[in-house]
């Protein structure tokens, strides 16, 4: 078939139409689902920051307090056995650490932390709490070095035990 000859066969061409746009919407169920794991994993991971946050109040609100102990007054080391007590009540409720004294306390206290710790800890804490009651009290080099022997107590002992079950019965306030 041969077109007449004064005819152009791309005359009986129609015009081209180009398909609608792909849309981005409705998603797929498989993008809700992607989306809907997200907003899971997102809100949970804030709830465990916020939980883990309430719980370790009381172990930075101990070492501000701790910081600021002025180790040139008498009731330093009396201050800094309170401070550590009660961040022990809040932390090991079953321990009854707050009712101890003397080598008990020392003992509970030295007991929380890690091995290679514990030298360094009894060392700058034992002198300054076996004086604390005496007449002449304690200088102050031996309260400097039972703050520094608190703090070092505060980050590493381990009665700091994390669990997303658990609620702290006090707030931060209180220690």
């Given at each position: 078939?041969?077109?007449?000859?004064?005819?152009?066969?791309?005359?009986?061409?129609?015009?081209?139409?180009?398909?609608?746009?792909?849309?981005?919407?409705?998603?797929?169920?498989?993008?809700?689902?992607?989306?809907?794991?997200?907003?899971?994993?997102?809100?949970?991971?804030?709830?465990?920051?916020?939980?883990?946050?309430?719980?370790?109040?009381?172990?930075?609100?101990?070492?501000?307090?701790?910081?600021?102990?002025?180790?040139?007054?008498?009731?330093?080391?009396?201050?800094?056995?309170?401070?550590l007590k009660r961040v022990s009540r809040h932390y090991d409720e079953?321990?009854?650490?707050?009712?101890?004294?003397?080598?008990?306390?020392?003992?509970?206290?030295?007991?929380?932390?890690?091995?290679?710790?514990?030298?360094?800890?009894?060392?700058?804490?034992?002198?300054?709490?076996?004086?604390?009651?005496?007449?002449?009290?304690?200088?102050?080099?031996?309260?400097?070095?039972?703050?520094?022997?608190?703090?070092?107590?505060?980050?590493?002992?381990?009665i700091y035990t994390f669990s997303l079950r658990s609620s702290v019965?006090?707030?931060?306030?209180?220690?």
């Amino acid at each position: 078939m041969t077109p007449p000859a004064g005819e152009n066969p791309l005359d009986q061409l129609k015009a081209i139409h180009t398909p609608a746009d792909v849309s981005a919407w409705p998603l797929a169920w498989g993008w809700w689902a992607l989306i809907a794991v997200g907003l899971i994993i997102l809100i949970s991971a804030v709830i465990i920051w916020r939980k883990h946050r309430r719980f370790t109040g009381a172990k930075r609100e101990a070492l501000t307090l701790l910081a600021s102990t002025d180790t040139q007054v008498n009731t330093a080391p009396a201050s800094i056995n309170a401070i550590l007590k009660r961040v022990s009540r809040h932390y090991d409720e079953k321990a009854m650490a707050s009712s101890r004294s003397g080598e008990q306390w020392l003992h509970y206290l030295t007991s929380a932390l890690p091995e290679k710790e514990r030298a360094s800890f009894t060392a700058g804490f034992s002198p300054a709490n076996s004086h604390m009651y005496r007449p002449q009290g304690v200088t102050p080099d031996q309260a400097e070095a039972m703050k520094s022997a608190a703090l070092l107590w505060v980050r590493k002992a381990r009665i700091y035990t994390f669990s997303l079950r658990s609620s702290v019965k006090e707030s931060a306030r209180n220690v």
